[in-house]
């Protein structure tokens, strides 16, 4: 069978073949802890789970509009307005299938063949084959631990060259968890504007941020210089709605009518059922994630004594729910890369996790606390184990 030269340059996902591991060994009864899980352990709010069934009982399930029903695009607009003052109408929303679609449809909306983009690393898996799909190239700026994984503006300038397009910033982000503060994101689109680079902000885990670091973005900005920004969010992490697939950007009319027209022929509307349960869940209250992040908090401070417990480099990070420390030093001749680390881990301490070859850093491996307390504790203990022999 023949599959296209496009496809067989892009690898198969990482996370996907960890879990895929992992459900094997499962299934042979092993007692495996997954810390590899990307999605909050909380349900979906039941209002919101109302609001489909309302949907449903109603008969709302016909086609919608490609970029959504227009109350929805209202209210993700009213989102950036509740949370961020800014001003924006349903003209500069588009809903997607997850924020994986909206990045797909502004890449592919934005990139001519060999445009670069600047990806600061560790990245989230996802952006360099998205970028390879619509023809970009992917130009990598690391950054380190002890930067805490944020990028500078000089860092940026030294990577830019006459071709690159975009720069994909992610705060808070995944794989590490930290979160740039406003002025720093500030600075950033500054630099970008200057340079005229497009900023694409994946802003999927903004409500995820945990005091006294306090939720940023770069919506505002956007307000000022519509034409230069695109803000991509998501119902997905913030609000338990993973499976939903809701996902949405903030972006200059003519970039949502570009997108629109991808999603047009490729997948059309988000599921209508969906687009109810998102519009009451963005209008609705948050009191959930205030709850969310009280336990992300605690475990997130337990991972991080714990690890950090074993004489390893791990910035404490502000957001999302994820520890990226740096392992290296534990790294075998038998398990010489982080890849072959997991594999390890996987079979000796029964603990699923992503290697930070993954992210773009293979000296790190990336844990999720999006478990309960005692589940995490446990699988950090065996990991211990294995990693220092205590
Ligand atoms: N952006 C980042 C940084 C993510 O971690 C994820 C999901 O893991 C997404 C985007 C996509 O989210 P969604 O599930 O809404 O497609």
């Given at each position: 069978?023949?599959?296209?030269?496009?496809?067989?340059?892009?690898?198969?996902?990482?996370?996907?073949?960890?879990?895929?591991?992992?459900?094997?060994?499962?299934?042979q009864?092993?007692?495996?802890?997954?810390l590899?899980?990307?999605?909050?352990?909380?349900?979906?709010?039941?209002?919101?789970?109302?609001?489909?069934?309302?949907?449903?009982?109603?008969?709302?399930?016909?086609?919608?509009?490609?970029?959504?029903?227009p109350?929805?695009?209202?209210?993700?607009?009213?989102?950036?307005?509740?949370?961020?003052?800014?001003?924006?109408?349903?003209?500069?929303?588009?809903?997607?299938?997850?924020?994986?679609?909206?990045?797909?449809?502004?890449?592919?909306?934005?990139?001519?063949?060999g445009?670069?983009?600047?990806?600061?690393?560790?990245?989230w898996?996802?952006?360099?084959?998205?970028?390879q799909?619509?023809?970009?190239?992917?130009v990598?700026?690391?950054?380190?631990?002890?930067?805490?994984?944020?990028?500078?503006p000089?860092?940026?300038?030294?990577?830019?060259?006459?071709?690159?397009?975009?720069?994909?910033?992610?705060?808070?982000?995944?794989?590490?968890?930290?979160?740039?503060?406003?002025?720093?994101?500030?600075?950033i689109?500054?630099?970008a504007?200057?340079?005229?680079?497009?900023?694409?902000?994946?802003?999927?885990?903004?409500?995820?941020?945990?005091?006294p670091?306090?939720?940023?973005s770069?919506?505002?900005?956007w307000?000022?210089?519509?034409?230069?920004?695109?803000?991509?969010g998501?119902?997905?992490?913030?609000?338990?709605?993973?499976?939903?697939?809701?996902?949405?950007a903030?972006?200059?009319?003519?970039?949502?009518?570009?997108?629109?027209?991808?999603?047009?022929?490729?997948?059309?509307?988000?599921?209508?059922?969906?687009?109810?349960?998102?519009?009451t869940?963005?209008?609705?209250?948050?009191d959930?994630?205030?709850?969310?992040?009280?336990?992300?908090?605690?475990?997130?401070?337990?991972?991080?004594?714990i690890?950090?417990g074993?004489?390893?480099?791990?910035p404490?990070?502000?957001?999302?729910?994820?520890?990226?420390?740096?392992?290296?030093?534990?790294?075998?001749?038998?398990?010489?890369?982080?890849?072959?680390?997991?594999?390890?881990?996987?079979?000796?301490?029964?603990?699923?996790?992503?290697?930070?070859?993954?992210?773009?850093?293979?000296?790190?491996?990336?844990?999720?606390?999006a478990?309960?307390?005692?589940?995490?504790?446990t699988?950090?203990?065996?990991?211990?184990?294995?990693?220092?022999?205590?």
């Amino acid at each position: 069978m023949r599959i296209s030269d496009r496809l067989e340059r892009i690898k198969p996902s990482a996370t996907l073949a960890v879990n895929a591991r992992a459900q094997a060994l499962k299934a042979q009864g092993r007692e495996i802890i997954s810390l590899a899980v990307g999605q909050p352990d909380f349900g979906t709010p039941a209002h919101v789970c109302e609001a489909a069934k309302a949907a449903l009982d109603e008969g709302f399930t016909r086609y919608t509009p490609v970029p959504g029903i227009p109350e929805l695009r209202e209210a993700v607009a009213g989102y950036y307005g509740r949370f961020y003052g800014a001003s924006a109408s349903a003209d500069n929303a588009i809903v997607s299938n997850g924020g994986k679609q909206v990045l797909y449809n502004l890449l592919m909306a934005l990139l001519n063949p060999g445009d670069e983009v600047l990806i600061p690393a560790p990245y989230w898996v996802s952006y360099p084959a998205m970028v390879q799909l619509a023809d970009g190239v992917s130009v990598f700026v690391s950054t380190t631990a002890e930067q805490d994984y944020l990028v500078t503006p000089d860092a940026l300038e030294a990577a830019r060259t006459a071709r690159t397009r975009v720069l994909l910033l992610n705060s808070p982000s995944n794989p590490t968890g930290c979160c740039y503060t406003q002025a720093r994101l500030d600075e950033i689109a500054a630099w970008a504007r200057s340079r005229g680079v497009f900023v694409i902000s994946d802003e999927v885990y903004d409500r995820l941020v945990y005091a006294p670091a306090e939720p940023a973005s770069l919506s505002k900005a956007w307000e000022a210089h519509p034409e230069t920004i695109a803000i991509v969010g998501a119902l997905s992490k913030s609000f338990c709605m993973t499976g939903w697939r809701v996902g949405y950007a903030l972006a200059h009319e003519t970039l949502v009518k570009a997108m629109s027209k991808i999603q047009g022929q490729s997948t059309s509307n988000v599921n209508s059922i969906a687009q109810k349960a998102a519009l009451t869940a963005l209008n609705g209250s948050w009191d959930i994630v205030d709850e969310m992040k009280r336990s992300f908090v605690r475990r997130r401070d337990i991972a991080h004594a714990i690890i950090t417990g074993w004489g390893a480099q791990c910035p404490k990070p502000d957001g999302a729910f994820y520890l990226f420390p740096v392992l290296d030093q534990f790294y075998t001749p038998d398990a010489p890369d982080s890849a072959a680390m997991c594999s390890k881990l996987l079979d000796e301490a029964g603990v699923a996790l992503v290697p930070g070859s993954a992210f773009g850093d293979d000296k790190c491996i990336r844990f999720s606390y999006a478990v309960d307390d005692d589940t995490l504790r446990t699988a950090l203990e065996r990991v211990g184990k294995v990693l220092t022999g205590r």
